[in-house]
């Protein structure tokens, strides 16, 4: 297996982790969650703890002095909803067209504060 395809299936995995937490989390935002994102709930029920309580993007840490520590894996939630259609569709904007465009929900990665360190103290070790 090349290291392409294993990357495709990594990420597979995750997305699909993904997406069954995600049901769950409907579920509580349906019962005692109401006006909570499913993000928030995600964050809030599922990865919030008593080490990993704050939580930003590699680039959020990176722009406030933070580091992430080698070899830690991400926390994920769904990134904003992105819209796209074949170039060669966007002459005409008919409702077939919009048919054929799709959407797709990224995936966002976060880091927890357990997982960072200040970038002078990376610096020295």
């Avoid at 995995?13 to 409907?26: D, F, N, P």
């Avoid at 992430?68 to 769904?78: P, Y």
């Avoid at 008919?94 to 966002?108: I, L």
């Amino acid at each position: 297996m090349s290291t392409e395809t294993t990357t495709e299936a990594t990420i597979k995995t995750k997305r699909q982790e993904l997406i069954e937490l995600s049901q769950v989390a409907k579920m509580r935002q349906e019962s005692d969650c109401e006006g909570m994102s499913i993000n928030e709930i995600l964050i809030d029920e599922f990865y919030t703890d008593e080490v990993n309580t704050v939580f930003h993007t590699f680039w959020d840490w990176k722009y406030k002095g933070y580091k992430v520590k080698k070899g830690e894996k991400a926390f994920l939630i769904w990134g904003r909803k992105r819209s796209s259609k074949k170039e060669a569709e966007t002459e005409t904007n008919t409702e077939s067209d919009e048919a054929n465009g799709y959407k797709f929900f990224p995936v966002c990665y976060l880091f927890s504060n357990n997982q960072v360190e200040p970038i002078n103290n990376a610096e020295n070790n």
